[in-house]
């Protein structure tokens, strides 16, 4: 199967930033079309872009013309599509609750802090910055604590949460956390949480996808 993969991304999305580790894990090479969330009104609304992906969201992975969208169902299709280490647990059951710790991450976690949820909080509800933030962290400690929790559940003897490679829970907790300092969250309720995002951080795959080494990171949030 072709190499031939163009991923339209956000620099500081989450969702963007689970699929460009994913590819970086898989080893794929990749080229990057930006689609900025606040420039020119959201170029993510642009007729052009929704063409693409009708849902308006990023990010979204181009394969010999085919468009898939949705960050967890891109991983799995990257998994399924190709060759690499993988990034699901061979066993049902772990491989189950893997994708249920990353579901939970991506979809009761990450949409609290999501620009067009905080943008309606503002618009509709009046509430100003501070308040928004106090309204993210509250959702945020509740899904580390559960995810906390999960953590120090799992058998131990392994490097990372479902076996000695990083897998799809990492693809998307490592952005969650790096989200939520955003907020200005404090972490150290959750020692597993920082245990196991400490592991990924110093890997290649990880560094070359963190939001600060992007083509289309703003200068100001650049990092070496």
């Known amino acids: 199967m072709s190499d031939e993969l163009t991923l339209y991304h956000y620099w500081r999305s989450s969702a963007s930033y689970r699929v460009r580790i994913a590819l970086n894990l898989k080893g794929l090479p990749y080229r990057i079309e930006p689609v900025h969330l606040l420039q020119d009104g959201g170029q993510q609304h642009a007729e052009a872009y929704r063409k693409i992906n009708p849902q308006g969201l990023v990010p979204t992975l181009l394969h010999n013309g085919q468009a898939i969208g949705q960050s967890i169902a891109i991983i799995e299709y990257l998994d399924e599509a190709f060759k690499g280490p993988a990034l699901l647990p061979g066993n049902p059951v772990a491989r189950a609750n893997a994708r249920a710790m990353a579901l939970y991450v991506v979809s009761e976690g990450q949409p609290m802090m999501n620009l067009r949820v905080l943008q309606y909080l503002q618009s509709e509800h009046q509430l100003d910055e501070s308040a928004r933030n106090a309204w993210v962290r509250h959702w945020l400690q509740v899904n580390f604590t559960a995810v906390e929790k999960q953590l120090a559940a799992l058998p ?67 990092v070496k």
Do not use: N, W
């Not at 989200?179 to 969250?185: I, T």
């Not at 592991?199 to 990880?206: G, H, N």
């Open 156 to 222: 131990k003897g392994t490097a990372f949460a479902f076996g000695d490679a990083p897998g799809l829970l990492e693809c998307c907790l490592v952005p969650h956390a790096f989200a939520a300092a955003r907020f200005s969250l404090d972490m150290d309720p959750y020692p597993e949480v920082q245990a196991l995002i400490g592991k990924c951080q110093s890997l290649p795959a990880f560094i070359a996808a963190h939001p600060g080494r992007q083509p289309d990171t703003p200068e100001e949030f650049r």
